[in-house]
């Protein structure tokens, strides 16, 4: 029963990418074109990452299946999204903003969530947790999307952005977050509470350095959206797969846990 669930599973990951599969760039990929072969090389990951994600969580027990899930639909919505804005790129050079900010608007969201579905895991954690991560989040993403579309003045925008962003790094480092991790928390769980809360950090810190260079320093976008694409392309790899092999390894070292007691 268990290998027909994992062939079940297998066959609704294979066909969640028909869609975007079936959108294939009809442009050649120029071998000098390294932001192409970056966004060509995240989508293969993502559906690599999603594949495993979601045929893991039938070892995992099942107070962390949802947070591995979760890791699965992350990159699953990334993969998607990642299709097209590749096919976009390749045959026009532009910056796909629309389906980048699409992209985040749903993966951002769900990455916080994870902040508290691991501590639920392990303890009743207050809803309040949940809301001002997600709340935080939407603001920074808004900020962000209303600058770069030309909905408002970038500055504003900018601003706007990094004080959701600075709200949910107090919530993680400083507020209720952090102390449940703290204090009841086990050690597996601790420490990879602190590797997701230095990813949003440092990873993240790559959106609004990318963003103060190719808007508020004087140039035009357009001059710098191929290294400013590369780099969302390279940040994305740390933001979204690795923060979700860092769910996987504490899954199932508490799930081997467990099992040995």
Aim: charged residues 10%; proline residues 4%.
């Amino acid at each position: 029963m268990p290998k027909l669930r994992l062939r079940w599973l297998s066959l609704g990951v294979s066909l969640a990418f028909l869609p975007a599969l079936a959108h294939a760039a009809t442009e050649n990929l120029d071998p000098n074109d390294y932001v192409g072969i970056s966004f060509w090389l995240i989508t293969m990951a993502l559906v690599a990452s999603t594949a495993f994600f979601f045929l893991e969580t039938q070892r995992v027990a099942g107070k962390w299946k949802t947070s591995l899930t979760v890791s699965g639909l992350v990159t699953l919505v990334a993969a998607v999204h990642y299709f097209y804005m590749r096919d976009i790129w390749v045959a026009t050079g532009s910056t796909p903003t629309v389906y980048r900010y699409i992209d985040w608007l749903i993966t951002v969201p769900l990455l916080m969530i994870e902040f508290y579905l691991i501590l639920a895991a392990i303890t009743k954690v207050p809803s309040g947790v949940f809301w001002r991560l997600l709340i935080g989040t939407f603001v920074m993403l808004a900020g962000g999307y209303a600058g770069e579309a030309g909905y408002v003045a970038v500055w504003p925008a900018f601003i706007v952005g990094m004080i959701g962003w600075a709200y949910i790094l107090y919530e993680v480092f400083m507020g209720q977050a952090s102390k449940i991790n703290a204090n009841e928390a086990p050690e597996s769980v601790q420490s990879a509470f602190k590797l997701m809360r230095l990813i949003v950090t440092f990873g993240w810190a790559i959106y609004p350095i990318g963003y103060f260079v190719g808007y508020l320093m004087g140039q035009d976008p357009s001059n710098s959206s191929a290294a400013l694409n590369l780099i969302y392309n390279l940040a994305d790899v740390v933001n979204k797969i690795a923060f979700g092999v860092i769910i996987w390894t504490v899954a199932t070292s508490e799930t081997e846990r467990a099992y040995v007691k």
